[in-house]
């Protein structure tokens, strides 16, 4: 399955893209400069930056939410720049984006089976019956299980991580050939971080879909990604294999963002989590439960 669907998946290329923003107080923000990169079926890139490099405004371009001032961005043979409300939605079933926000992504007031129920009906036209069943698949892929004890729950009775796991599912619910997940670990507890990663790590790998990660934790990139695009004041700064990146960057940036990297026993550990399984994951996703359980979140 995930070689045949690499086949299917097209690539990604965003080529001289900027994105002009004009607003009343500030002028106007140039706040993506003339970035270009391919991200082929399958493979997984990393955008680094710190806070206002771009890196959002990149995401929102990629998945049609705002338009380049210049530049073309395709999906196989989408123009997404150019798409109008039909050729979105049909967009949105193959690319899907996860938040930095588990909090506020998720309805308070719907139950982790609604929220996953509706795209599978409405991407997938599933009835009732299949989707509800979909939705156990779901939850057990993101290590959520038993499954029948998470279809009830709202999302103030879940962790921060199993929210961000909720999220994962939803957005893998359509079967998505792209996935963009900014800066998907960034609000979780420090402890919650690898789990997450390591998910979206094996997604990709076991799904073959291409996965374009947000982060500003440069290091956190080489749990999951090939290659690396370092973006500052939206311009890329530096690229390279994920590896050559860490190990040896070129730019003073990459250098400073390496250097901003905090003390060990943070998510940077993440790297050195051996790779899990699906009884890993399990006892992981359960783990997030202990360690969140009783705290207002
Ligand atoms: P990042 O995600 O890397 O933190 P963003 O893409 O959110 O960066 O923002 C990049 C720059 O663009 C920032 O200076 C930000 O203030 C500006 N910006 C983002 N969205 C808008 C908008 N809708 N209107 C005006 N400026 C914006
Ligand atoms: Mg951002």
């Known amino acids: 399955m995930p070689a ?3 086949a299917e998946v097209p690539p990604l290329t965003v080529g001289g893209v900027s994105k002009v923003y004009k607003s ?8 993506v400069r003339d970035v270009s990169f391919t991200l082929a079926p ?3 890139v990393s955008l680094v930056g710190a806070s206002g490099s771009g890196k959002s405004t990149l995401a929102k371009l990629i998945t049609g939410s705002e338009r380049p001032t210049s530049g073309t961005i395709s999906f196989g ?3 997404v720049g150019r798409l109008r409300a039909g050729g979105l939605r049909r967009l949105h079933a193959r690319v899907q984006m996860v938040f930095q926000d588990p909090y506020s992504a998720l309805n308070p007031v719907h139950t982790v089976e609604y929220a996953l129920t509706r795209p599978c009906q409405n991407f997938l036209r599933m009835t009732g019956a299949q989707a509800r069943e979909r939705v ?3 939850l057990e892929t993101v290590g959520l299980t038993p499954a029948a004890q998470f279809v009830e729950k709202l999302p103030h009775q879940l962790s921060g991580g199993q929210r961000q796991r909720v999220l994962i599912a939803r957005a893998l619910a359509c079967e998505p050939q792209l996935m963009v997940a900014d800066e998907p670990v960034s609000m979780l507890d420090v402890s919650l971080r690898a789990g997450v990663l390591t998910l979206l790590a094996d997604l990709r790998r076991e799904r073959g879909l291409s996965l374009l990660y947000i982060t500003h934790d440069l290091l956190s990139a ?7 695009l370092v973006l500052r004041h939206g311009e890329v700064v530096e690229r390279g294999q994920t590896k050559r990146v860490l190990q040896d960057p070129q730019h003073e940036y ?3 963002l390496l250097a901003a990297v905090p003390t060990p026993g943070n998510v940077t550990a993440a790297g050195t989590v051996p790779a899990p399984n699906k009884a890993a994951a399990a006892a992981s996703a359960s783990r997030e439960h202990d360690v969140t ?3 207002a979140t």
């Open 77 to 79: 043979d989408a123009n």
């Open 222 to 228: 080489r749990v999951i990604t090939d290659e690396i």
């Open 42 to 44: 399958g493979t997984a």
């Open 254 to 256: 990459t250098r400073q």
């Open 136 to 138: 156990r698949e779901l």
């Open 293 to 295: 359980e009783g705290r």
């Open 24 to 31: 009343r107080d500030r002028g106007t923000v140039a706040a």
């Open 4 to 6: 045949e669907r690499a």
